[in-house]
């Protein structure tokens, strides 16, 4: 098997030679920094070096902010930098060392903002969303035998895009202050995403339709069901029938933190995939297989054994070998590789993990 037919066989339930071999998270840059000083071979990527599956290739589509918001430094010093990213957001990062960026300022705080950025933005339309050479890289995956995604993070999400345009805090004060700018944003990002999904799938066989949410911390979501059940599940129904309607087997959600209190909604209107099941947050995927076995999962090793070496890493891995025996499960870690993690380590646990989908 392929890459792709693989990978759609262990999410769907049907039979496959064996699992995907992914190292799907990268590391931070302070850890390929440490890697690169411990012997990793210059220039290597560790999916490459050492042979692993490729995962979906995401289509490098617009569904973002149209014309592209040019990030500028507004600020500098020796250890921070004050910045605007993707989407007007204006972030403070430490300029060496890795950390979550302290949020600023967001793009919305009320109608005449969202009117004002969707009319400069948001077009579904605009001409420069689907420019550049993404056919020609759909064409060559293809012949690889890669798995297509439509969407990817930062740019397709229905709560995630709240996040971005009013924040955590105030979007969520949005849901009970402005529940009418809540739905009216998620509608409309619903509806331009279809929009250029429609425009790919008229040249392009496309196997995943990617959310990207983050919409729960390690005690739970940020949103109850009831505000799933009104504002979020519509859009992603929306999303289902587009996906039944083209003949698209998957729709994956990445959100951190713990699900479960919207797992059964999520799968009902039409999510098949869920990771990265973070391990710190209580998830176990073993216990998430019992509770619902028509769920396709990915992640769930925890990233904290590799930085404690080998024994640590195969006790992680024994924990996980049962789920990975059931099926609709792609062992990997439950997030990026943080640079307490060695070289060795993570080779050790590479190595490891191969041998584990292929035994």
């Given amino acids: 098997m392929n890459d792709r037919e693989r990978f759609l066989a262990c999410v769907l339930g049907e039979p496959a030679d064996r699992p995907p071999f992914w190292l799907y998270w990268s590391p931070w840059e302070t850890t390929l920094k440490r890697w690169r000083d411990e012997g990793m071979p ?3 990527d560790p999916r490459t070096l050492f042979g692993a599956d490729t995962p979906p290739r995401a289509i490098p589509v617009n569904c973002g902010p149209c014309p592209k918001i040019d990030p500028v430094v507004l600020e500098e010093s020796a250890e921070f930098v004050v910045h605007t990213d993707s989407w007007g957001i204006v972030r403070r990062d430490f300029k060496h060392r890795e950390s979550m960026s302290q949020f600023l300022r967001f793009p919305i705080q009320g109608w005449e903002d969202w009117e004002r950025f969707k ?36 740019d397709v999400g229905v709560y995630g895009v709240v996040r971005w345009l009013l924040g955590n805090e105030d979007g969520l004060m949005a849901f009970y202050t402005m529940p009418d700018l809540v739905h009216e944003i998620m509608d409309h990002m619903t509806g331009l995403y279809l929009t250029v999904f429609a425009k790919v799938v008229r040249e392009v066989q496309v196997d995943v339709i990617h959310i990207w949410e983050d919409m729960c911390s390690r005690n739970g979501p940020l949103i109850s069901p009831r505000h799933w059940d009104e504002f979020i599940g519509p859009n992603y129904r929306r999303i289902k029938a587009f ?71 195969d006790a992680e ?3 996980v070998r049962p789920a990975v025996a059931k099926g609709r499960y792609i062992p990997a870690l439950d997030h990026l590789v943080p640079d307490d993690v060695s070289w060795e380590h993570y080779s050790y646990y590479a190595r490891a993990l191969e041998r584990m989908v292929r035994s």
Wanted: net charge negative.
């Fill in 317 to 319: 891995l024994a924990r």
């Fill in 119 to 154: 009319g400069e933005r948001l077009d579904p339309d605009h001409a420069e969303r689907l420019s550049g050479d993404w056919r020609e890289a759909c064409a060559q995956w293809r012949a690889a035998g890669v798995p297509i995604q439509l969407g990817a993070y930062p």
């Fill in 42 to 44: 210059e220039g290597g």
């Fill in 243 to 313: 996906a039944r309607e083209h003949g698209i087997p998957v729709i994956s959600v990445d959100t951190d933190g713990d699900p479960d209190l919207l797992a059964s909604r999520m799968m009902r209107d039409g999510v098949n995939l869920l990771f990265p099941m973070e391990v710190a947050a209580g998830c176990d995927v073993n216990a998430w297989q019992d509770r619902y076995p028509a769920l396709g999962m990915m992640g769930g090793i925890d990233k904290r054994a590799l930085a404690a070496g080998s024994a640590a890493i």
